[in-house]
């Protein structure tokens, strides 16, 4: 069993950046050779795709609307997974989650949804 627990979010300034983290625990060996990504849930929308990663950390592919100000990236040997958030704009305000699939490629994501069960999240507020 995998547990993913979400960080980092809070109250951002409208333009500011912000990091969120995404802790794995359990077991972490399949994670390492698992792509993992970053989805997220604006109010009263249905959860979107954010960004996927490969398990190696050589490959990403972002939502078109995400493309230039979001960022994914891993520390396998800390089993975390990052998405680091730049010129933060209204429509980023949202319930962020990770997950991860069973390859270890980045084109799963656009076929296939994540396999392990979604963590609580972590809430980005954006204030003007």
């Known amino acids: 069993q995998v547990q993913l627990v979400e960080s980092g979010g809070g109250w951002v300034p409208l333009g500011g950046s912000v990091r969120l983290s995404c802790g794995v625990s359990g077991r972490t060996l399949s994670i390492s050779r698992s792509a993992m990504g970053w989805f997220r849930r604006a109010p009263g929308k249905e959860r979107e795709f954010v960004a996927v990663l490969s398990a190696s950390g050589h490959s990403t592919s972002y939502a078109d609307s995400m493309k230039g100000r979001f960022t994914i990236s891993r520390d396998n040997a800390e089993n975390t997974v990052y998405l680091d958030i730049i010129t933060v704009k209204p429509e980023d305000t949202a319930v962020y989650y990770c997950?991860?699939?069973?390859?270890?490629?980045?084109?799963?994501?656009?076929?296939?949804?994540?396999?392990?069960?979604w963590g609580q999240g972590t809430q980005v507020a954006v204030s003007a």
């Open positions: 997950n991860y699939w069973d390859r270890p490629d980045t084109i799963v994501a656009r076929t296939s949804p994540p396999v392990g069960s």
